[in-house]
């Protein structure tokens, strides 16, 4: 269990930093590609669909992360989190609102911020700890 414990944080901590590193590595690589020749601007598909990939990935380590935790505020703080950041990436794809890009980067940071305060809050030697927090945060 020493393995596993806090895994699915670990994993939304690392697919939140490897999307916002996707996210912000885009424009460069397409302003290189630009550059060098004067048509396709758009990414490629198997780009783009990391986004969504990204999502799941999210989508899973939240749901794994939520099963251990019993303070409903950092759960409905996830759970906005993440669909802020669904919202922002489909509008970037379907171009329902004018909204700039850069402001998905708040949801996926708030969701490292999240899954690091869950490791850091989920210390302990039992295998359950953080289904019983501390009496001072409820």
Excluded at 23 to 41: G, K
Excluded at 58 to 77: D, S, V, W, Y
Excluded at 88 to 110: C, D, G, Q, R, W
Aim: hydrophobic share 50%; with cysteine.
């Amino acid at each position: 269990m020493a393995l596993t414990k806090n895994l699915s944080d670990k994993v939304g901590v690392f697919a939140s930093i490897t999307c916002m590193v996707h996210c912000a590595i885009t424009p460069l690589i397409f302003i290189a590609n630009i550059c060098s020749q004067s048509c396709c601007s758009q990414a490629p598909l198997w780009w783009r669909s990391l986004d969504y990939i990204f999502l799941v990935i999210t989508f899973i380590a939240i749901i794994q992360t939520n099963k251990e935790q019993t303070l409903k505020i950092i759960k409905g703080l996830f759970w906005f989190s993440w669909a802020l950041l669904a919202f922002f990436i489909i509008n970037e794809s379907v171009m329902l609102f004018s909204i700039t890009h850069h402001l998905k980067y708040i949801p996926a940071l708030a969701i490292v911020f999240l899954h690091m305060y869950n490791i850091r809050s989920c210390r302990c030697q039992e295998d359950k700890c953080c289904l019983h927090p501390p009496k001072n945060e409820m």
